[in-house]
């Protein structure tokens, strides 16, 4: 029986199919940030005053400050997070297993304005937290953190676990496991293998979930709204007011522009540190 095959695309086919995506990627990216760069230079008047503007004002400059440590303390508290959450996916036994894979996939299945009322619900004063803490014999406001920066934290980390947990386990899932019994048979005990020998080999997987928690939560607008109360501005609700309240397009756009530069910033640094790691191991 002749196997009937599929006809190969004709050239103006193949040339359609190559210029596609570089095509969809200068209408979908290039061209909106180049109308963005360009409104942070023209608008009000042309000049680099938005971005005098941002260096001078007190406020704006919290903004960024406030965006950088709260991204930075969230990411700190992520990663050991889903670090652990992977090592059990990856090296636990079958329930182990299946009961993290539930943890980690079930917060994709909520929306994030669902997750960050709910955490509303139970940091607020007179919420669970509240009433845990009175039960315990505790202080009332003990665990109730209210409408503040740790309750963005919390809400922050609760959304980005699972993103980071995926690119340490798909590193974990790598590794050679024969090293790691070659290691036990010469006599090194299991906190030493782990430390000596399989950490090191993870580390890319840490340094892809650092890089992706970090730029994640630089641009995180709804969590930071309703669990901050408007008390705790990041820089996309900075950019957001600018914009739709207060009709400032060219501020918007140059707080926009600088968030875009502390992605690229991360993202050379992650790479700076993984070339580094990689000589050193060579």
């Known amino acids: 029986m002749a196997i009937i095959s599929k006809p190969p695309l004709s050239p103006i086919g193949m040339q359609i199919m190559l210029w596609a995506l570089p095509a969809l990627l200068v209408l979908a990216y ?43 303390v969230s990411t700190i508290v ?12 990856v090296m636990g036994r079958a329930v182990t297993s299946r009961l993290m894979e539930i943890c980690i996939f079930l917060p994709f299945w909520i929306s994030v304005l669902v997750r960050a009322f709910g955490w509303v619900v139970i940091l607020r ?26 309750s963005v934290v919390i809400g922050m980390v609760h959304f980005m676990v699972p993103f980071a947990v995926l690119p340490m386990a798909s590193v974990m899932r790598k590794i050679d496991h024969r090293v790691l019994l070659a290691a036990n048979g010469l006599g090194a005990a299991a906190p030493y293998v782990f430390w000596r020998v399989f950490l090191p080999m993870s580390a890319p997987g840490i340094y892809s979930a650092l890089s992706v928690s970090f730029i994640l939560s630089l641009g995180f607008f709804v969590t930071p709204m309703v669990l901050g ?28 522009i600088i968030l875009m530069l502390f992605v690229l910033a991360v993202l050379w640094l992650v790479r700076s540190v993984v070339k580094l790691d990689q000589s050193v191991s060579r």
């Open 78 to 89: 992520t990663v050991p997070l889903a670090y652990i959450l992977a090592y059990y996916w």
């Open 30 to 72: 290039v061209l909106p940030f180049a109308g963005v760069a360009l409104w942070s230079v023209t608008r009000p008047a042309p000049g680099m005053e938005n971005y005098v503007r941002i260096v001078a004002s007190p406020d704006l400059r919290m903004i960024l400050y406030r965006t950088v440590l709260i991204c930075g």
């Open 125 to 150: 004063n007179n919420g669970l937290a509240s009433d845990l803490a009175t039960y315990l014999g505790l202080p009332a406001d003990m665990l109730a953190t209210g409408r503040s920066a740790t």
């Open 229 to 256: 109360g408007g008390r705790v501005t990041m820089i996309a609700e900075g950019v957001f007011v600018q914009m739709f309240q207060t009709a400032n397009w060219g501020l918007g756009s140059a707080l926009g």
